[in-house]
């Protein structure tokens, strides 16, 4: 007898929704590298879809989508989770000075990709070209911002 357990649901759903985020996020790179258009648009679609995850659901299910579904929450989880040093997060990234400087950052890249700055993200399609853009600050905040203190700091 199969006894399905919360955990073994959660991580049923956390696998499969991570397995079709990387073959998407895999086309949408392959995309900037190719400067292909049509995976840029797939890129778009891509984090709009993340993105409006996290804003709709939060509200109504809290953390369900972080936990269940965010492709980056379980990389996370999965993969710096059993790398961590566990040490206490500095209280400098919990203040609302370095949060704004961390959203003013990410402003600064999104206007500079929009305004034909930065070269690896530009094609002739601003949808194209935003989609590219959030492709690559996806990859960009996860492998800078994410990793590093994850592995250092308390998940």
């Known amino acids: 007898m199969i006894v399905i357990t919360y955990k073994n649901k959660r991580q049923t759903i956390q696998k499969a929704s991570f397995a079709i985020s990387l073959i998407v996020f895999a086309m949408a790179t392959y995309g900037i ?84 700055m930065n070269p690896f993200l530009q094609s002739t399609n601003p949808l194209a070209s935003l989609g590219g853009f959030l492709v690559l600050m996806c990859i960009v905040t996860t492998a800078i911002i994410a990793l590093p203190p994850g592995i250092i700091y308390k998940p």
């Open 33 to 116: 590298f190719t400067q292909n258009d049509d995976l840029f648009i797939i890129g778009l679609i891509f984090i709009g879809f993340v993105v409006l995850g996290g804003i709709l659901l939060a509200p109504i299910l809290g953390r369900f989508w972080f936990g269940w579904l965010c492709p980056r929450g379980i990389f996370l989880d999965y993969v710096v989770g059993r790398l961590t040093l566990n040490k206490k997060i500095p209280r400098i990234f919990r203040t609302k000075g370095f949060k704004t400087f961390m959203v003013g950052i990410m402003i600064l890249m999104l206007v500079m990709a929009l305004s034909g």
